[in-house]
């Protein structure tokens, strides 16, 4: 039996990873909306500055944040044992590059949307074995390299369907280390995929609810648990539409819904024309930054149970006729 | 300190998960080469039976590799705690699609043609820290889908330069168990990103053979061992023209090669005309078949460092002039 695992997909950590350091950097509309204050730095263009592409601020963003996070606790780069990243683009090349400039041996990831949960999930499973002392994780998105990248030409302006989603310009980054106070990661739970048939690449949100669903479910089962044992239960992100077909689901099974919000409604304000909210790795990487820092400094909750949600599609998938597969991966972080 | 590492970036597994059961499906390139009869199906054509697409082919590889795997061990999917896998698709439509069907919880790796032996480490490094029993690991790739994603329409016939590797088409697939007799993973060393600014996306075994050097040495230095206490280092895919880069890297630092090879080199024959040999995750991920076949059953080798080299570049990072960043991830396989 492998003594880690409680019931189906759940992962217990006795030594209980800390995460010691978090940095967010993020574009100009997520600077201007209800979470500015929590975010590191804010760019004042897609662009950052002296960069030529979208590609390489994102990639810069990922870069500093990671930087910022390792100056909050005077680690050097060199001082992690190993550094888990993934991004949307096309071969992670976000993360490649952003390893390469770190010089930190690498894990490359790809869980969509859900990827900075599935980095937290990997770092806590090598401090937790034995494997590490100390990691990094990130993140990040950029709405122009996505929407080029997976959609419409950026300058085409297509009309956007209320259910789509707004690719968040962000990076998120995150230390982990084997001990420490503050936040800590108890249990992860990995998820599967879950298709209920949602073939519409605007409406990802619907087809991601799911996922968060079984994974929810899956996780308060394992463990014996209630929704109410948790101040907070946050996906990210299925945006708002998403979030009432998860609430839905939960509900039509009996489990309380009072509790569960989402990254992707909490990133922006109505009034910022988004739609159905924020999405892309970036959104629930830098929304978690908000998250941490209620829990630390002001107490606002005790125990969070973090499932980053992912739509595993791509453009190719979608003209070939498939439907969107989506996953979930979630993280308990408790403050002690 | 993290008892289970070793030096700057070897793990070391006290349980020595083994692996169980192996399969490998190629296409009829592969199923002319000098590896045929070491692999379970070979298609007849670049589409499998009944699939319109070179996309769904690939799938279809990967889903039957690891169904036939398991049937060889008599365990069904759900019996597997855990599912690892990755491909060159934008957004690992491949390994998604795969884990959609097999309903197991799922981590989606990146690490272009490392992705075998990235899988392979996490794979050890789940059994060896208590939070698996079973876990399953593929990787894939086929011709036609990754030409025409990465480089030109398949249908121009675009001619190759002598440098150029030939993408495999091929899937394979592992099963890995924490107690077990045969072969077993006693270490693995996660890589660093080398790149030593190559930017001839038709050259990428120069561009990966710093990595595999990287990891190589520094495996032997963590360790404390020599090129020789390993029957075989084998290296996946950098290639005839790779090959030569890393065995000069080598000399040039004192190192035997001898024992030095490549699964690029040994999966076509010479008159096949690919150039500098094979590449793709599927490369190694079927050649690793034919060489625990060797191992188990020959006894041809009682101790290999088996390396995948990951060039981790795409379409739009060479296009905005980046060169190629490398890595390389090994693991150590003993016959016991």
Same mark, same amino acid.
């Given at each position: ?8 997909? +759940?992962?217990? =950590?006795?030594?209980? @990873?800390? /995460? ?9 509309? %997520? *600077? ?65 590059? +952003?390893?390469? =400039?770190?010089?930190? @041996?690498? /894990? ?9 949960? %599935? *980095? ?65 990661? +108890?249990?992860?739970?990995?998820g599967k995929i879950q298709d209920l048939g949602e073939s519409n690449a605007n409406n ?133």
């Open positions: 039996m492998a003594d880690k695992k409680v019931g189906k997909q +759940t992962l217990q =950590f006795a030594c209980a @990873p800390a /995460i010691t350091s978090w940095a967010s950097i993020v574009g100009p509309m %997520e *600077g201007q909306g209800p979470l500015k204050e929590y975010f590191d730095m804010v760019l004042e263009d897609n662009l950052a500055p002296g960069e030529q592409s979208w590609e390489k601020t994102e990639q810069k963003l990922m870069q500093h944040s990671m930087e910022l996070a390792l100056e909050k606790v005077k680690i050097l780069p060199g001082d992690l044992d190993f550094y888990f990243a993934g991004d949307l683009l096309n071969q992670i090349i976000t993360a490649n590059f +952003t390893a390469r =400039f770190l010089s930190i @041996p690498f /894990i490359g990831l790809y869980g969509a949307c859900s990827t900075l949960a %599935e *980095g937290l999930c990997m770092g806590s499973i090598f401090l937790d074995g034995g494997f590490a002392e100390k990691v990094g994780v990130s993140a990040s998105s950029h709405h122009d390299t996505a929407e080029r990248q997976l959609r419409f030409p950026t300058e085409q302006g297509s009309q956007r369907p209320l259910t789509a989603q707004w690719t968040v310009t962000g990076a998120g980054s995150y230390v982990l280390q084997k001990t420490g106070t503050g936040i800590v990661i +108890t249990h992860a739970t990995i990802m949100g619907t087809a991601m609810a799911p996922a968060a669903c079984d994974t929810i479910i899956t996780h308060l089962q394992d463990l014996g648990r209630k929704i109410h044992d948790y101040d907070l239960i946050i996906t990210g992100d299925l945006g708002e539409v998403g979030l009432a077909v998860l609430k839905e689901l939960l509900g039509s099974k009996g489990y309380a819904t009072d509790r569960v919000s989402d990254c992707g409604v909490l990133i922006y304000e109505p009034q910022q024309d988004v739609h159905s909210g924020g999405s892309g790795c970036g959104c629930s990487a830098v929304v978690l930054n908000y998250l941490l820092d209620e829990m630390l400094y002001k107490k606002k909750y005790y125990r969070i149970f973090f499932v980053g949600t992912g739509a595993l599609l791509s453009p190719t998938s979608s003209f070939q006729g498939e439907s969107i597969p989506g996953i979930a991966h979630g993280v308990v972080l408790e403050y002690r």
